[in-house]
């Protein structure tokens, strides 16, 4: 009994040594780690809140850190237990950041504040201020930067030339200029038809322009100072276009200023941080050193972004604006009415449409039917008119052939005359003859010339144009009409100028043509023989052949009774000036001489008579 009282007593002090130690150990721990409840001074120094801030980056992570980390101490001196992280980013980084709610707030463009806030739910709490007198909230802008030594004075002269920017969505370095541009009544997708997009950071430009890879380089108002700041640049060796720097603003600028950098609050951040960093800012004095990294004269309440938000609808990229299908879409659904009737009149209009071109298809198919057919009675008409010429040609044929035929008749005579007289002396005899049947065989081919001629030209065969000596072919239809010339007692005369050449023709086509205009000719002089002429009156035909580089002029002039006074032209079918005339020959001479791509004209000559005139292309195609 008392050797278990002795064991429970031991085990009672175990217990106690135990909950003693565990005191003990609890105090120690205590001791370690300090209450910020208890100790107010541990309370400042160890923050319970972490801010993360997204700022936009436009010269490096390293740049945007400088400039805004001054910000972030400010502000967390001002706002207890609370801690400010700076995270750079890009214009796409931002976006996604401020869309996946991984920041807090955001110090951003106005550029991209409009964008941002139109699409997400930021509160704006203050914007940066610049020192300028003019205009403190307006510090954002563009200058066209060119090298001093460059030949560009004005804006319009770089138009279509190699230019350098950040990206095409960058709102002080090239949306601001291109809307500057518009203004000034250039075309903006001419100016820029020619822009290098280098992206962040900022710098990059000008070393593109400093390089020469570029005749000039938009970059952001201030840019340019800030790296002769630096000691990147000497500024000393660009100029800026277009500058319009409002007085006392230290910075070269293209463009007008429009609303400077913004604080905003995202959807993560609470309203009671968002009010406190927001009467922090108001509170930045204008040379404290934080404004003065951020290059500002400290922070305001936000201004309206309304002149941002119209120059993104004048360039058609703000964010509210639908793309024009869907406005269209938005149309159709309240205007359903409207839109189905003009769905109708567009099927009935195809429709229309189709039907038209069945007609027409249609007609057209008719229409180059009758054309062969026209075809074919052209050329059947030409075959008859040629048959006509013949007829009016037979006692001229029968006055051809008979020539070489008495003159045939006459050597063979002298020839029997000759063997008769030397039959003794056969030697003598053949040297006499030879000569006598040399001749006859040339009056023999004259003859057959002549046969073929007639036969050539009634053949009624397709028009196939051939190289034509065209000299011959006028001697050969002068020998044709020879006899009627001579009966109509015609003096005729032939002129060639230029180099003759072989010219290709149907040379069928082309001496009915001759025969129609010089038996027009002929005709044309019998009849002021007979209406008028005098006495000592003598008719005559000239025929001058004209070789130029690409034309051959046939030109058959006569001095008969002339054109007469006629409103329709001689040229056109069934109409003539003659008694018995079928008004056939001349539309066929038409139509045979623009066939071959030529021009057929009659003129009064002077002081009186008819000139006709050919005019065909020398051509070495042949058809």
């Keep these: 009994m008392k050797l278990s009282r002795v064991r429970q007593a031991g085990q009672r002090s175990a217990v106690w040594m135990l909950v003693l130690s565990l005191l003990v150990m609890s105090a120690a721990c205590r001791s370690e780690t300090p209450d910020p409840a208890v100790d107010p001074q541990v309370a400042r120094q160890v923050p319970s809140t972490v801010v993360e801030v997204g700022v936009l980056a436009t010269r490096g992570a390293q740049s945007a850190r400088q400039r805004w980390q001054p910000t972030m101490s400010w502000l967390a001196s001002q706002i207890p237990n609370t801690r400010f992280v700076v995270h750079p980013y890009d214009l796409a980084a931002m976006a996604q950041a401020v869309k996946q709610g991984t920041i807090d707030f955001v110090i951003t463009n106005p550029g991209q504040a409009v964008q941002l806030g139109r699409q997400y739910t930021l509160s704006w709490l203050a914007t940066l201020t ?288 000759r063997l008769s007289r030397e039959r003794d002396a056969p030697d003598d005899a053949q040297q006499t003859l030879i000569p006598v049947f040399e001749k006859i065989h040339t009056q023999v081919e004259r003859a057959d010339a002549i046969v073929q001629r007639l036969r050539n030209l009634i053949r009624k065969r397709a028009v196939q144009t051939e190289p034509c000596d065209i000299e011959q072919l006028l001697g050969e239809t002068i020998e044709l009409l020879e006899h009627e010339l001579e009966q109509k007692q015609l003096r005729l005369h032939r002129l060639s100028h230029g180099t003759p050449c072989r010219v290709v023709v149907d040379p069928v086509g082309l001496q009915q043509v001759l025969v129609n205009v010089i038996t027009n000719a002929a005709d044309a002089c019998q009849a002021w023989r007979e209406q008028g002429a005098g006495a000592d009156w003598q008719g005559t035909m000239t025929i001058a052949t004209v070789y130029q580089p690409e034309t051959l002029q046939i030109t058959v002039v006569d001095n008969g009774i002339g054109l007469a006074a006629n409103n329709t032209p001689l040229t056109q079918a069934f109409v003539s000036t003659k008694p018995d005339g079928l008004g056939l020959g001349l539309a066929i001479c038409r139509d045979v001489v623009e066939a071959h791509g030529g021009q057929f004209s009659l003129d009064a000559a002077e002081p009186r008579g008819c000139r006709a005139t050919i005019v065909l292309p020398i051509s070495t195609h042949q058809t």
């Excluded at 340019?224 to 600028?253: K, T, W």
């Excluded at 941002?308 to 938005?330: F, S, T």
């Excluded at 429709?351 to 059947?380: D, P």
Aim: aromatic share 10%; hydrophobic share 45%.
């Design 130 to 417: 610049s020192r300028s007198p003019v205009s403190p909230t307006h510090g954002i802008g563009s200058a066209l930067v060119v090298r001093r030594g460059s030949p560009y004075t004005r804006l319009d002269q770089l138009s279509g030339m190699p230019i350098a920017a950040v990206a095409d969505n960058a709102f002080g370095g090239y949306l601001t200029l291109r809307y500057e541009v518009a203004g000034q009544g250039l075309n903006p997708n001419h100016y820029f038809s020619d822009v290098s997009f280098v992206g962040f950071p900022l710098d990059a430009s000008v070393y593109q322009l400093r390089d020469g890879a570029v005749d000039a380089a938009i970059v952001p108002v201030c840019l340019l100072e800030n790296m002769h700041r630096e000691g990147l640049i000497d500024a000393g060796q660009y100029r800026v276009l277009n500058a319009m720097s409002p007085p006392g603003f230290g910075c070269q600028v293209s463009t007008p200023l429009y609303p400077n950098w913004s604080f905003a609050r995202t959807e993560r951040a609470g309203v009671t941080m968002a009010k406190a960093i927001a009467r922090a800012l108001l509170a930045m004095p204008g040379d404290h050193p934080a404004a003065r990294a951020a290059g500002a004269a400290g922070w305001t309440s936000p201004i309206s972004q309304l002149v941002v938000d119209k120059l993104y609808q004048a360039l058609d990229m703000h964010p509210l604006q639908k793309p024009w299908w869907q406005a269209a879409m938005i149309w159709v659904k309240q205007n359903q009415h409207w839109a189905w009737s003009a769905f109708f009149l567009v099927v009935i209009l195809n429709v229309y449409h189709f039907w038209l071109e069945y007609r027409f298809s249609r007609s057209q198919r008719a229409l180059e039917a009758t054309m062969h057919r026209l075809k074919e009675k052209s050329a059947l008409l030409a075959h008859a008119q040629r048959v006509a010429i013949v007829g009016e040609l037979g006692s001229s044929l029968a006055h051809e052939i008979n020539q070489p035929l008495a003159a045939i008749r006459n050597y063979s005579e002298g020839g029997l005359v």
